[in-house]
């Protein structure tokens, strides 16, 4: 057989004679881009002389007769031109029609410039990716440091950002410091030297983890941006409060020291329980990040529209986004919590039915809150998300305003519609005060499990259950954006019970 | 047997260069006829710019024959029609052209191999039966 492996030996060679077809090409749009600007300038400068000619009736001027000689005479008819179309065809015009006509060829040089400019960069890039790669591939090993440049702004979080309770504690930098310890100590963590506090806040990031693991598990892998809501909620463990409320305008403190340190711990060094994390951070920002001091790769991450999952009964999740668009951009920190997180950002294009509901929201509050459908299951909604992100409450709030709101409103049925009808039958006996203000539920609250209510939390076990203590609680009166439904262990419960 | 192969080997060689010259040829004729194209366009373009009062001629030979702006719009569309019309034609014939010489060269390689074979074999025949056992 013709010998058609590709030694080692040839791969430089290939790379050689690529950068050189490269090269060919960038010079061939070179010479051409030349061409076509002295086209230009010859355009130009008919444009000038156009504008001039008719200033005089004639000119005095030397004709050319033949190669060799010349002979005095006038320019007249000086507004007289015939314009050589193109292909054969004369076209008798004035000097400013002619001008016209020269714009309009100017046009077209314009616009092949610009094609050959673009031709020129891409080859010019390319060849400049082949030589990286060429660099990648004699470089050691299989790490490749790839860079991105994060601003702060960009950062953009889903959903709300969450304010600790406490806002005068600290436990999140302890609980970092801690953190960087257990790195230190290979990942385990050392409770013997933890304060009770940071052991809560620790057990808290274990929870967490094991939340976003069997999330994770859940997901649909076409949703990359449900790890965002995996790492969102580990953002919110992070913070190490025993009540994670959900505060619409964002802490941003707290959760930037959350971030930093996510970041170094990120690098370079991958822990078991904060590989997680890592790898959430990883494609959250499309970018990993290996300090390995090896051939850099500069990454630019680009912001995507940003959506927001909804979790249906069925447990199947829709894409709800553009819910916060203004605070996504007033206040881009991490992206928080997905499944229920509300982040926005899309544009205003209706193709999917899930587009109407991003697109026609109702300000409540200050702030945009999506319609939601009538037949939308809440209560099993909230159970059925495992994310605790704060977002997920608002999400929740909005569902149980919207109930109050009129029955008649119908808006393009969301994919549960068979479940919100059941649903609603469920909840139908709650009464709800349909005010103005979507505000936390009122009304007699059924509760059929003898749960604490001075607890929000809620339990895996009863999906329908979850959501009674919660608005209980709310109605009880925080004004804030409320509990994310989420799953407390009874650990944390019974902490929350001391505290 | 090896130079039957040969033979074969050589006239599958020159078929398959006629064609590569067909198809080179056949691409410039249509690089050409797009060139035609973008032309018509611009002419088409600015016919539309001028009005009525222009007068238009058209040049047949040495000479400048005058025509009605209406005439010579129809006639440019006229043109362009003819002239992707005749594009898609080269298109459909350069394709047929590529599969022939994909044909070509496949059965140019498998000769190669025959032949390779075919030298191969006399030579080292001897040295390799007893290494095959």
């Known amino acids: 057989m013709a010998g058609k492996v590709k030694t080692t030996n040839d791969l430089p060679k290939g790379v050689e004679r690529l950068k050189e077809e490269h090269r060919q090409v960038v010079t061939d749009c070179k010479s051409q881009i030349t061409h076509w600007r002295k086209m230009e300038k010859d355009y130009e400068s008919l444009q000038e002389r156009l504008d001039t000619l008719p200033d005089k009736l004639s000119y005095d001027i030397m004709v050319p007769f033949g190669p060799l000689a010349f002979m005095p005479g006038k320019l007249i008819h000086t507004n007289e031109l015939t314009v050589l179309l193109g292909d054969n065809w004369f076209a008798k015009c004035s000097a400013k029609q002619a001008q016209t006509l020269v714009e309009h060829r100017k046009k077209h040089v314009n616009n092949k410039l610009d094609d050959l400019r673009k031709v020129m960069k891409n080859f010019q890039e390319r060849a400049g990716f082949t030589e990286d790669l060429e660099k990648m591939t004699s470089a050691t090993g299989d790490f490749v440091d790839i860079r991105e440049e994060v601003g702060e702004e960009e950062a953009a979080t889903k959903g709300k950002h969450r304010m600790a309770h406490k806002p005068n504690s600290k436990p999140k930098e302890e609980y970092v410091v801690q953190l960087e310890e257990d790195i230190r100590e290979d990942g385990e963590s050392n409770k013997g030297v933890l304060s009770e506090d940071e052991l809560w806040a620790r057990l808290d990031e274990l929870e967490r983890l094991e939340e976003e693991q069997d999330e994770r598990d859940r997901l649909d892998s076409p949703d990359t941006n449900g790890e965002d809501t995996t790492s969102s909620s580990s953002e919110e463990e992070k913070e190490a409060d025993a009540g994670k409320v959900a505060q619409v305008n964002g802490h941003g403190q707290c959760e930037d020291q959350a971030i930093a340190p996510d970041v170094d711990q990120v690098n370079g060094i991958s822990r078991p329980q904060l590989d997680e994390e890592g790898t959430e951070e990883q494609e959250e920002e499309e970018a990993e990040e290996e300090v390995s001091g090896l051939p850099t790769i500069y990454f630019s991450h680009t912001v995507e529209p940003k959506k927001v999952r909804i979790n249906t009964g069925k447990n199947t999740t829709l894409k709800f986004s553009d819910r916060k668009e203004q605070k996504q951009q007033g206040k881009r920190k991490k992206k928080n919590g997905k499944s229920n997180g509300h982040s926005i950002h899309e544009h205003h294009k209706i193709s999917t039915p899930a587009d109407i509901y991003r697109v026609f929201v109702d300000v409540v509050n200050g702030e945009p809150v999506p319609r939601k459908s009538i037949l939308k299951s809440r209560s099993r909604e909230n159970s059925v998300c495992s994310d605790t992100s704060e977002s997920s409450t608002a999400d929740f709030e909005e569902r149980r305003a919207f109930f109050g709101r009129t029955h008649s409103y119908d808006e393009a049925t969301h994919s549960d519609a068979s479940d919100g009808i059941t649903e609603e039958d469920g909840l139908s006996h709650i009464s709800l005060r349909p005010n103005g203000r979507f505000e936390a539920f009122s009304g007699t609250v059924v509760e059929k499990d003898p749960l604490p209510s001075s607890i929000p939390h809620l339990t895996i076990a009863t999906p329908a259950l979850p959501t009674i203590p919660e608005r209980k609680q709310e109605e009880v009166g925080s004004e804030v954006p409320q509990e994310p439904p989420k799953r407390v262990s009874k650990f944390k419960a019974a902490r929350l019970q001391q505290k | ?133």
């Open chain 2, 1 to 133: 047997m090896a130079e039957a192969i040969q033979r074969k080997l050589q006239s599958e060689l020159e078929k398959y260069q006629q064609i590569q010259k067909d198809v080179s040829k056949s691409m410039s004729a249509r690089q050409k006829l797009e060139a035609q194209l973008t032309e018509n366009n611009i002419v088409k373009e600015e016919l539309y710019l001028l009005d009525s009062q222009n007068t238009v001629y058209k040049l047949i030979g040495p000479v400048l024959v005058k025509q009605d702006l209406d005439e010579a719009k129809a006639t440019v569309a006229k043109r362009l029609e003819y002239i992707t019309g005749e594009i898609q034609r080269y298109e459909t014939l350069l394709k047929e052209m590529e599969r022939k010489s994909e044909q070509h060269r496949e059965v140019l390689a498998s000769l190669q191999q025959e032949y390779q074979r075919a030298q191969g074999l006399p030579v080292g025949k001897l040295p390799l039966w007893p290494t095959a056992i």
